[in-house]
């Protein structure tokens, strides 16, 4: 059960992970699990808190959209001139902002990669 102080809502946050799919192939398998078995922790603390309302990994490959005088342009690549990718996000409901930034910190690709705090916006449900 998550423990607020008395008197603080929780907020809801996207925790954006973008990271360089080169840097993670170029890591040795013990490496690659050591990365993942950070995550798991990282998730089942957040599951056991409370905290975690959802995550997922993303693909690589993406198309980016863009209209333009009413023509759709469409490029393959999340971003081609852009060596960090999204790669995923976690949702978290947390009591203040600064333990959003926490856990993000605590994410492993942030060390090499970038993590993204977001507040969600809006009434939706997890």
């Given at each position: 059960m998550l423990l607020r102080p008395i008197g603080l809502a929780a907020v809801k946050?996207?925790?954006?992970?973008?990271n360089n799919?080169?840097?993670?192939?170029?890591?040795?398998?013990?490496?690659?699990?050591?990365?993942?078995?950070?995550v798991d922790t990282i998730m089942a603390e957040l599951t056991a808190s409370g905290?975690?309302?959802?995550?997922?990994?993303?693909?690589?490959?993406?198309?980016?959209?863009?209209?333009?005088?009413?023509v759709v342009a469409t490029t393959d690549g999340p971003f081609?001139?852009?060596?960090e990718q999204f790669a995923g996000y976690i949702a978290v409901d947390v009591a203040?902002?600064?333990r959003a930034v926490e856990i993000a910190a605590r994410?492993?690709?942030?060390?090499?990669?970038?993590?993204?705090?977001?507040e969600i916006?809006?009434?939706?449900?997890?």
């Open positions: 946050y996207m925790l954006l992970i973008y799919p080169a840097a993670i192939e170029a890591m040795s398998e013990q490496e690659r699990t050591g990365l993942f078995a950070e905290e975690m309302i959802r995550g997922e990994g993303l693909a690589a490959q993406a198309k980016t959209v863009r209209l333009r005088g009413g081609v001139e852009a060596k203040t902002p600064e994410w492993p690709d942030a060390r090499w990669g970038a993590m993204e705090v977001r916006l809006g009434g939706s449900e997890g």
